[in-house]
């Protein structure tokens, strides 16, 4: 009987040990069971727009389904669907790809994912500047590589200074992975900004560069978004440029991702692609081809109103005594120092000893999730995402501010 248990007991693979689970699926879940008690909690974690896909979207997935394309489609991608993200490198970024240069996944998280599992050795690095999206670390660990963590300082925006990049590179350094503008700080980089960080790989011919675009679309004030293969053509043979319509079209539930890059790389990817999902959707290929070629006002109109949002968010936390926040470029997330409440009493007694305590103590008291820093890589901090609506955000913050005014300074 013994034998029988032992050997039909659920046993989870190794690779499985180092990836925690997520933070923010912990606060969602804790969230989610204080709605289901009653309470009027406003989660402010969400990574998707609360905006729907735009009508003319939505039509050519219909179109497509009466059409008869609900076949599989070519492994990575359709030749319209590439066509389309051809044109929309060149004109948008000034990148001009051959259309073995790209390659479409079921987002691009999935591009993320084929990208690793097709290039990591056991033990290769690969460098993330922190804070950073949960993900690309838990891939590179799935695909038996070494995430190497490089914390990226508030005062310097939380960008990657080129000296901790090059203090950083190894002979084992793989990938240095990029994103801008970023989840969870929403720090952008310049040109300027960027090109200090280029030439710093350009001595070191063996590291790749991965670039998510993904927030591209959500930039605000007079920022002017850049991608760095365009500012340094010499690191087009080793750049992999990542971008989707999850977020620029509120397109998230649909699962299209997309990238160019050099055709080795993409017939590489092609391949771990071929044996996990085959292709991506053909009716979500299909709508996809609608956002990138169809009418692109919706961009603007969603800007604007993302905009409104973080100014409302950023003002509000910086009224709160002991709340710091940096003004984000873009994407549309805060991300806020609470160094000025660590130490701090909360009414029941409990010590503020970290941003974990902090969101705990937030959703408990407050009714309102946000996602520590630590979830992210780098502490005191807190995320917010502000893809909700004006009023429900000022709610939030007014809920914050009356939180923090109930924590008791160190000692009392
Ligand atoms: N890249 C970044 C920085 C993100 O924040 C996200 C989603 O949260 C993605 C990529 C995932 O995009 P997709 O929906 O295309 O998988």
Redesign the pocket.
Known sequence: MNSVAQTTSFRPADRLSQIGVSEILKITGLANELKRQGRDVIVLGA?EPDFDTPENIKEAAVRAIAAGQTKYTALDGTAELKAAIRHKFKTENGLEFEQSEITVAA????VIYNAMMATLDPGDEVIIPTPF?V?YADIVIIAGGKPVLVPCKEENGFRLSPEDLEAAITPKTRWLML?SP??PSGAAYSEAQYRPILDVLLKHPQVWLMV?D??EHIVYGDFRFVTPAAIKPELRNRTLTIN?V??AYAM?GW???YAGGPAALIKSMAVVQSQSTSCPSSISQAAAVEALTGPQDILLQRRKSFEERRDLVVKALNNIEGITCRVPEGAFYTFSSIAGLVGRKTPEGRVVESDSVFADYLLRSADVAVVPGSAFGLAPYFRISYATSLAELEDACKRIGAAVAKLRPEGR
């Open positions: 990574g987002g691009a998280k999935q999206w993900t994103n970023s989840n998510d993904m927030y989707g999850s977020k998230t699962r299209i991702g």
